[in-house]
């Protein structure tokens, strides 16, 4: 769905979406883009803030489990990116 998603071979999960993951990864993508702090320091995306988590699935259908479902998406994402970012970094030695 965005450049930074893994590729589909990689995840054992099915491949539909329902409509709840499908609302989660809306709220996800648009904090990934727009509340998303970055580590100074390694340049590396930090993982999302509750605030803006909660923040986000308070107007969701279902707020406890949107917020749940957005903390999953992205804990995988940060650590796909990470291992990404260390790869990258082995090749350019």
């Known amino acids: ?9 990689t995840c054992p999960r099915p491949t539909e979406i329902t ?4 609302e ?8 990934d883009t727009f509340g998303r702090d970055l580590d100074t320091m390694g340049g590396l995306p930090l ?3 509750l605030e803006s988590i909660c923040g986000a699935c308070e107007r969701s259908t279902d707020p406890l ?3 749940w479902r957005v903390k999953e998406i992205d804990r995988i994402a ?3 990116r990470r291992e990404e970012a260390a790869r990258r970094r082995e090749k350019e030695k």
Request: glycine share 6%.
């Open 1 to 9: 769905m965005n450049g930074d998603a893994p590729p589909c071979a």
């Open 19 to 22: 409509k709840r993951n499908a």
């Open 24 to 31: 989660a990864w809306a709220i996800f993508s648009d904090l």
């Open 47 to 49: 993982n999302l803030r």
């Open 65 to 67: 489990g949107m917020e």
């Open 78 to 80: 940060i650590k796909y």
